[in-house]
Antibody, heavy 121, light 109 residues
Framework: EVQLVESGGGLVQPGGSLRLSCAASGFTFSSYWMSWVRQAPGKGLEWVANIKEGGSEKYYVDSVKGRFTISRDNAKNSLYLQMNSLRAEDTAVYYC??????????????WGQGTLVTVSS | EIVMTQSPATLSVSPGERATLSCRASQSVSSNLAWYQQKPGQAPRLLIYGASTRATGIPARFSGSGSGTEFTLTINSLQSEDFAVYYCQQYNNWPPGYTFGQGTKLEIK
């Protein structure tokens, strides 16, 4: 059974840092692109970043470029999101999601339960 | 940047009836379009990818259609568990990234 379990969320002051983790199991983690997707309270979904299977390629939404860093450790079946210079608008539930690519079409086929990040003084 | 627009924002339908949800892209996304269902307090669930292919385990009452800029999610014979928020999502080949629509809330009439 595929499982994605996020951790590391919490309350942080504006300008602070936080590191999120996602523990993967039930599939060959090193064979999949992985993403972080967030959802502000009462709002819609926003893709944040993704990373290639081996970690050589990483992409970000413009609003987090230069502040967030996605990484992975395939030996530990883990995905990470280092968040620096946090702002109030980064407050959201952060989901770890597996990307599936079928015939050139990509989507998120498995999601974790999410971890809440609150940026407030 | 490709903008995804869903309509309506809220749709009220009676159980047993059909629901039709729309998603429009600001420019062609070919068939790189997925649909998700999200219930309160839960993570999203993939329903449809490639505009019309049902994900594993998704009932046949869910169907997707469209290509280019206009897409539709149809849910036949609505069940109580189908009332939720639905999101469309497109995938960019370059630069790689995803964009979601703002969601349609499907509520019981």
């Amino acid at each position: 059974e595929v499982q994605l379990v996020e951790s590391g969320g919490g309350l942080v002051q504006p300008g602070g840092s936080l590191r999120l983790s996602c523990a993967a199991s039930g599939f060959t983690f090193s064979s999949y692109w992985m993403s972080w997707v967030r959802q502000a309270p009462g709002k819609g979904l926003e893709w944040v970043a993704n990373i290639k299977e081996g970690g050589s390629e990483k992409y970000y939404v413009d609003s987090v470029k230069g502040r967030f860093t996605i990484s992975r450790d395939n030996a530990k079946n883990s995905l990470y999101l280092q968040m620096n210079s946090l702002r109030a608008e980064d407050t959201a539930v952060y989901y770890c999601a597996r990307e599936t690519m079928v015939r050139g079409v990509s989507a998120f086929d498995y999601w974790g339960q999410g971890t809440l990040v609150t940026v407030s003084s | 940047e490709i903008v995804m627009t869903q309509s309506p924002a809220t749709l009220s339908v009676s159980p047993g009836e059909r629901a039709t949800l729309s998603c429009r892209a600001s420019q062609s996304v070919s068939s790189n379009l997925a649909w998700y269902q999200q219930k309160p307090g839960q993570a999203p669930r993939l329903l449809i990818y490639g505009a019309s292919t049902r994900a594993t385990g998704i009932p046949a009452r869910f169907s997707g259609s469209g290509s280019g800029t206009e897409f539709t999610l149809t849910i036949n014979s609505l069940q109580s568990e189908d009332f939720a928020v639905y999101y469309c999502q497109q995938y960019n080949n370059w630069p790689p990234g995803y964009t979601f629509g703002q969601g349609t809330k499907l509520e019981i009439k």
